[in-house]
């Protein structure tokens, strides 16, 4: 992206409300990585605690998030010949009729759970290494997308019921910046913040801002922070700090049959006659300039010129 001439910090373009935005939010970050890690006071938060209170969703007893774990395929098979012949009478498969009896059908109602007080957990997404949160999905397949599986993976999927009512952080409400002139620096740092907790990242340290963040919202009251996938596009995810509140009430296990991907051409790199152009759940389509419409699976490609599959 093209710098301002005379503001080599700025972008080409780019609005002021979002130069200033950044300039807190890589404030921000400076002063949690390499500053203050506790205590700590700044612009940023200010501006968290007022749109969040703004954006406070009350989550009622009864209702059933998901958590996704991948499993080895033995696990499958022991899975299988335990509710089949092992289990406990009441608790046991018939295999001409599932008795609704026992509904861990995967793994156990402690192993569809947050890890056990023996475990040492690494650093997350919210939690400091070591704190354990619930994390938990608003779909089976958002949250199957969080535990990246590869085809032929075996998952286990347990259904997380809450148990007493929840004031959670809503920071996944949508933020209209693409065309809005009277956006604001708030707006432009609440994306910034969305940003920390919905980018897709393998290294841990990128992990304290959202850290920080999170313990903060905690430290305010909330029982949690809603925030959108880094894998699902759509998804919507969750961060329980305090998972007592909550009990893993059934599993079942799966089996990864296919993945499907979507991908467009980056500026620049699909201009030409017979280029690649888009990647629509697997299937190609290129450049093609001599015909006006493509209607395959009635994709709508207004943006991507004219394209057809070869």
């Known amino acids: 992206m093209r710098v301002d001439r005379e503001n080599p910090?700025?972008?080409?373009?780019?609005?002021?409300?979002?130069?200033?935005?950044?300039?807190?939010?890589?404030?921000?970050?400076?002063?949690?990585?390499?500053?203050?890690?506790?205590?700590?006071?700044h612009q940023l938060l200010e501006i968290l605690s007022k749109y969040v209170s703004e954006n406070i969703v009350e989550i009622h007893s009864k209702q059933i998030f998901f958590r996704a774990r991948i499993i080895d395929d033995s696990c499958i098979n022991d899975h299988m010949v335990y509710k089949c012949f092992s289990a406990p009478e009441g608790e046991r498969l018939d295999i001409?009729?599932?008795?609704?009896?026992?509904?861990?059908?995967g793994l156990t109602k402690e192993a569809s759970f947050v890890p056990p007080k023996n475990v040492k957990v690494p650093d997350g997404r919210a939690n400091?290494?070591?704190?354990k949160y619930l994390y938990v999905s608003e779909s089976p397949t958002t949250s199957l997308f969080e535990v990246r599986p590869f085809i032929c993976?075996?998952?286990?999927i347990a259904q997380i019921r809450v148990n007493s009512p929840l004031k959670i952080a809503n920071i996944a409400v949508e933020l209209d910046l693409s065309e809005n002139k009277?956006?604001?620096?708030?707006?432009?740092?609440?994306?910034?913040?969305?940003?920390?907790?919905?980018?897709?990242?393998?290294n841990s340290d990128d992990y304290i801002p959202?850290?920080?963040?999170?313990?903060?919202?905690?430290?305010?009251?909330?029982?949690?922070?809603?925030?959108n996938s880094s894998l699902h596009f759509g998804g919507v995810n969750l961060t329980i700090f305090n998972h007592d509140k909550c009990e893993a009430i059934s599993s079942q296990d799966f089996r990864i049959e296919d993945i499907k991907l979507t991908a467009r051409a980056a500026f620049g790199c699909a201009d030409n006659q017979g280029d690649l152009a888009y990647i629509k759940d697997n299937e190609l389509l290129y450049l093609d300039y001599e015909n006006?419409?493509?209607?395959?699976?009635?994709?709508?490609?207004?943006?991507?010129?004219?394209?057809k599959k070869i």
């Open 292 to 307: 006006l419409i493509s209607t395959k699976n009635n994709i709508n490609l207004k943006n991507i010129h004219n394209v």
């Open 128 to 131: 400091p290494k070591y704190i």
């Open 96 to 105: 001409s009729y599932h008795n609704k009896s026992n509904p861990f059908k």
């Open 182 to 202: 009277n956006a604001t620096v708030e707006m432009y740092v609440m994306r910034m913040i969305q940003g920390a907790f919905s980018k897709p990242t393998n």
């Open 9 to 41: 910090n700025k972008y080409f373009d780019e609005s002021d409300a979002s130069y200033e935005a950044r300039k807190i939010w890589y404030a921000f970050k400076d002063a949690v990585l390499y500053k203050d890690r506790f205590f700590v006071k």
């Open 153 to 156: 993976d075996a998952v286990n």
């Open 210 to 227: 959202s850290q920080i963040i999170a313990e903060y919202l905690k430290s305010l009251g909330y029982d949690g922070v809603r925030y």
